[in-house]
């Protein structure tokens, strides 16, 4: 049995905390987080067997290669809501069911495929928030489920977001002595 708790294996960083007053330093830090993502990614996996990439980073949790999915999936949709609420007044955006994406057949593939996406999209992706002055900032959408996010708050979501699986495959490899 682990040492470490199934509720720390979940959330190794601990979950997200979006503070009330975000700073232009929080937001340079999160743009950093969210444009170097792609390379540690590869980092972390590059040296991963495919029976590794198979292993679940806890006991019923998605494996390496669903959580490289789910990120690529992840992200790409939060561009794209980054899009709609730059062009559109608070639009309401659609969820998606996280779960049920990470069992469809392109959750098997080699998880170079998604790390390539990654590569370009956070490239835009950061692009797009370096560009962005404070009345773009202040725009933003509605998640039916949680309510209105500003991309501020967004933009710190996804850095948590990019950290805490980043931390999950980091952490399974701890763990394991990879």
């Known amino acids: 049995m682990s040492s470490i708790s199934e509720l720390d294996q979940r959330y190794p960083i601990g979950r997200c905390q979006i503070p009330t007053s975000i700073s232009a330093a929080d937001l340079h830090e999160a743009i950093a987080t969210i444009a170097g ?8 996996t590059a040296a991963l067997s495919e029976a590794q990439v ?3 980073y806890r ?7 669903q959580l490289i999915h789910h990120i690529a999936d992840s992200h790409m ?25 990470a069992e469809l057949a392109d959750s098997k593939a080699p998880i170079v495929l998604s790390l390539n996406i990654l590569e370009s999209l956070h490239a835009r992706w950061a692009i797009l928030l370096r560009s962005l002055d404070e009345s773009q900032w202040q725009r933003g959408f ?3 489920e949680r309510g209105p996010s500003n991309l501020k708050e967004a933009t710190l979501l996804y850095h948590w977001h990019s950290r805490h699986h980043l931390a999950h495959i980091t952490a399974l490899k701890r763990r394991e002595n990879w």
């Open 37 to 44: 993502l792609p390379a540690l990614l590869r980092q972390a």
């Open 54 to 56: 198979d292993t679940p």
């Open 59 to 65: 006991n019923g949790g998605w494996t390496v290669r």
């Open 77 to 101: 949709n939060a561009l794209i809501r980054v899009h709609l609420a730059l062009t559109e007044d608070w639009p309401t955006i659609k969820p998606y069911r996280e779960a049920a994406w």
């Open 142 to 144: 509605l998640h039916p």
